[in-house]
């Protein structure tokens, strides 16, 4: 008799291809897709928008 394992987590669809998702590349399909999201994270394509609040006070040391 062998026991049923559940997986850790749902099956998703890959982020970059949209294939499924596989355990050993998770939340990816393969190598491929995650080091493609990789090089995107380091050449700057993926990016935090930053908005200034001009209403901030300017500290320059003084009280």
């Known amino acids: 008799m062998t ?3 559940e997986p850790l ?3 998703r669809p890959c982020p970059e291809c ?5 355990r050993e590349h998770y939340p990816f399909c ?3 897709c995650r080091n493609l ?3 995107r994270w380091l050449n700057g394509t993926y990016t935090i928008p930053v908005s200034e609040d001009e209403e ?5 040391g003084e009280k």
Do not use: E, I, Y
């Open 37 to 39: 999201d990789l090089s």
């Open 30 to 32: 393969s190598d491929r």
């Open 56 to 60: 901030l006070p300017d500290f320059d």
């Open 9 to 11: 987590r749902k099956p």
């Open 18 to 22: 949209g294939n499924q998702s596989v």
């Open 3 to 5: 026991a049923k394992v």
